[in-house]
């Protein structure tokens, strides 16, 4: 795996050229005898490479010996690099790891075990339609439609139950990494969300206050479990390019009912967004690229989400495509501070659960899913006596949405970590 691997590396290839002609030129001394010999023939050149060069061209088995010789001035001694290559100094200072809004951007050591929790949390305030902002009772259809009640958006009317006007959108997530390889890592992550989100009831609903009249529906527990392992493609004394190899498994909950929007009347699913889990398995692939320098690290990292077919509700949730570009400065060994540039793609949703209806609610409409974000991220890090404390702010600096939606307004996301 790991010769595989490395032969993408032309220092590697070098490193193990040069170990390889040292090997062959201990096991044949009579090599090192040819050379004594030619130098002292009358025809001699300078001792330098010239000489060396002739010896190789009218001596086949002095190949190896030059290789040697010149890639010595072009590979500093194996040793000296031996500290920084599989993580070590440079490694495992504060920005060791990527800006606490991301994952999956490190390796570990052979052995080494991570334990992480982190936590993030996502407010959404208003509705936008496309690239536009609009009052709570503008998604309600103020001023008043002419019956039916509700509002069209993109030739579907909707939110006539009800408007989203916020959500908090809560995830706690237990992470764990271990170092199969140097070049391997494999991970889990189990992921529990507390989703919050207020709702004004629309003009076609009588239930508890009628229009206008706020409710809130509320759900938490266990989300989708993700698994994977982490590659290193390449590395340098500077680079490491690693592939993520990650997946999620179903499993969050996708279909739980709720009477808050009929005041206790009917029982009714909750809508998308309210969901645990996506009910599918995810194919999450990802390559994370870092390059290490004296006072900070610059880091680009493309990352997906892709759901696998449909779930058991008949839907599949949104195609995620995120392109992150980060830097991170080190004031010392121990604090960096973190700005992140964050593109984030999203299909809307494919199929449909039959008892989404798009006429109640903006959130039951599968089209109404996708769109495009452009966030800042802001972040410190703190490395104390081995623990690792990430944080980030992550205000979002535009948003193009499908249809009607809530806008994120931040993101802040904190974690602590350790290695052992
Ligand atoms: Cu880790």
């Given at each position: 795996m790991r010769l595989t691997v490395r032969l993408f590396s032309p220092k590697s290839v070098v490193r193990a050229c040069t170990l390889g002609a040292v090997l062959l030129g201990a096991t044949l001394p009579t090599a090192t005898v040819r050379a004594d010999e030619t130098k002292a023939q009358p025809v001699s050149f300078p001792e330098t490479v010239v000489d060396d060069v002739f010896d190789a061209v009218t001596s086949p088995l002095n190949a190896d010996e030059i290789f040697s010789g010149a890639s010595s001035w072009v590979s500093p001694p194996e040793q000296s690099q031996a500290g920084d290559h599989h993580g070590g100094n440079r490694r495992g200072?504060?920005?060791?790891?990527?800006?606490?809004?991301?994952?999956?951007a490190h390796v570990h050591k052979q052995g080494e075990w991570m334990v992480e929790y982190k936590y993030m949390n996502m407010y959404m305030d208003d509705n936008k339609i496309g690239t536009r902002s609009i009052s709570d009772t503008a998604s309600m259809g103020m001023p008043a439609p002419p019956p039916p009640p509700g509002l069209t958006v993109n030739g579907i009317r909707t939110n006539a139950g009800a408007t989203p006007t916020d959500m908090t959108m809560e995830m706690h997530m237990v992470h764990l990494m271990y170092g199969v390889t140097d070049d391997v890592s494999v991970y889990t992550m189990l992921m529990f969300p507390s989703l919050t989100m207020d709702h004004i009831r629309g003009f076609g609903n009588m239930a508890g206050g009628g229009p206008g009249s706020p409710f809130t529906t509320h759900n938490s527990g266990i989300g989708d479990t993700s698994f994977g392992a982490l590659v290193k493609l390449f590395d340098d004394e500077d680079d490491d390019l690693l592939l993520n190899l990650g997946f999620s498994v179903p499993t969050g909950n996708l279909y739980e009912t709720s009477t808050a929007p009929t005041a206790g009347a009917v029982s009714q699913p909750l809508p998308y967004p309210m969901?645990?889990?996506?009910?599918t398995f995810n194919a999450k692939p990802g390559i994370t690229w870092r390059h290490y320098a004296e006072q900070g690290s610059f880091g680009a990292q493309f990352q997906t989400d892709l759901p696998i077919g449909r779930n058991y509700r008949g839907y599949s949730v949104s195609d995620t495509f995120q392109l992150n570009f980060w830097y991170s400065h080190l004031l010392t060994d121990n604090v960096a501070l973190s700005v992140r540039l964050e593109n984030l793609w999203k299909s809307n949703y494919h199929?449909?659960?039959?008892?989404?209806?798009?006429?109640?609610?903006?959130?039951?409409?599968?089209?109404?899913?996708g769109g495009y974000s452009l966030n800042l991220g802001l972040g410190v890090a703190a490395l104390i006596k081995g623990h690792l404390f990430n944080s980030e702010f992550v205000p979002t600096l535009y948003q193009a949405l499908n249809g009607i939606q809530l806008e994120t307004d931040w993101t802040f996301v904190t974690s602590w970590s350790k290695s052992f």
């Open positions: 200072k504060a920005d060791k790891h990527a800006p606490a809004g991301l994952m999956a969901r645990k889990g996506s009910g199929g449909a659960d039959p008892e989404t209806n798009d006429v109640l609610i903006s959130t039951n409409v599968e089209s109404f899913r």
